[in-house]
């Protein structure tokens, strides 16, 4: 493997590392409850558990 044969300076590898940004989650509004949600993500509303707009967990009745 071939190796620098001098040290790269600090703006060099500044300028190398300027395009790894983080992104924003892509967000989606469910047809069913209107809730903002991510996408390809489960998302509680009251205690329920949604996913794709039905309902996959029920909340606990509580006495």
Do not use: I, Q, W
């Not at 300028?15 to 047809?31: V, W």
């Amino acid at each position: 493997m071939p190796n620098p044969k001098r040290r790269h300076s600090k703006t060099r590898s500044k300028k190398r590392r300027t395009h790894y940004k983080a992104s924003l989650p892509t967000l989606a509004k469910c047809n069913v409850t209107g809730v903002v949600h991510r996408m390809h993500r489960a998302y509680e509303v009251d205690g329920n558990l949604f996913y794709n707009g039905k309902l996959v967990v029920e909340a606990k009745a509580e006495a």
